[in-house]
């Protein structure tokens, strides 16, 4: 059992509070099912960046497993981690897809419990989805420390495989926020670049644009996996629904971090 690691920190530790501010996040977000088979989602905390998740979060179509990607801050355990864990939050336990797993052993992706324990990018996602789903998913939690293209382009083609030996309904999420700590008009210009690039759902360019102007976004791996599973699935499309900074709730436009949420299908 996977406890939490930053309840009362990035999100509110008790439940009704946890509801509360859940409510704020989706407060003036039309949720609409659409066909949607990834998503990119920030990992700051709810008061900062939890708006722009749920711009994502409210256009997901209901799914068996939920496949996500997150990159690894804390440089514990394998470079590239899936947790069986069942994994708990203040809103209950959320259950991980022991079958999808399976069909991984003996690839790149090692089962690692230790890289999760302490990483906050993947389980504040976790509530989004119990908001929206209730306790009917599961989870398939890959943590990333080697996030290289060529790491994580295996990664998403290997979860990929998985799945279609499955047959189950999977939407894939990355976890990753955009530039951190630049001025706010930085931000958005680094960030705007960048994320063109994901909208061409171009993984080489992508990467060529990080390293071109050195842009810090945390999860660049996970976005890679994301994507390149994605396109194995089929997907063709892809949307920007939302970016925003730090600076937009702090005021403080002098250091930012910046937040996307990108959806596709």
């Known amino acids: 059992m996977r406890q939490t690691t930053v309840a009362g920190q990035f999100y509110p530790q ?12 989706f407060k003036d977000v039309a949720i609409s099912e659409e066909p949607i088979l990834g998503a990119v989602v920030p990992h700051a905390g ?10 994502a979060y409210a256009k997901l179509p209901k799914a068996d497993t939920y496949i ?6 804390t440089g514990y355990g394998s470079p590239v981690a899936l947790s069986q864990d069942s994994w708990v939050t203040p809103l209950g336990v959320v259950e991980a897809d ?34 929206r789903f209730g306790s009917d998913f599961s989870i398939l939690p890959i943590c990333m420390g080697l996030q290289d293209e060529e790491t994580s382009m295996e ?23 955009f530039t951190h700590y630049q001025p706010d008009s930085v931000a958005r210009d680094q960030d705007s670049y960048l994320i063109e690039a994901i909208l061409d ?30 396109k194995e699935l089929g997907a063709s499309k892809a949307s920007l629904i939302k970016y925003a900074t ?9 250091g930012v971090v ?5 959806t596709i299908e």
Do not use: W
């Open 155 to 177: 990664v998403g083609t290997e979860v990929a495989r998985a799945v279609k030996a499955t047959g189950k309904k999977v939407v894939f999420i990355a976890s990753s926020d």
């Open 68 to 73: 996500l990607f997150g990159p690894n801050h």
């Open 98 to 131: 022991r079958e999808i797993g399976k069909h991984l052993a003996g690839t790149i992706i090692d089962f690692d419990e230790l890289a999760h324990h302490f990483e906050h990018s993947i389980e504040v996602q976790i509530p989004f989805l119990q908001h």
């Open 258 to 262: 910046g937040y996307a949420a990108i």
């Open 46 to 55: 709810y008061v900062y960046s939890g708006e722009v998740a749920a711009h």
């Open 14 to 25: 008790n439940p009704k509070s946890l509801k509360k501010e859940l409510n704020r996040c």
């Open 246 to 254: 730090s600076g937009d709730v702090s005021e403080d436009t002098s």
């Open 201 to 230: 759902m171009d993984i080489p360019e992508f990467y060529r644009r990080k390293e071109e102007r050195n842009i810090s976004a945390c999860g660049f791996g996970p976005i890679a996996a994301m994507l390149a599973a994605s």
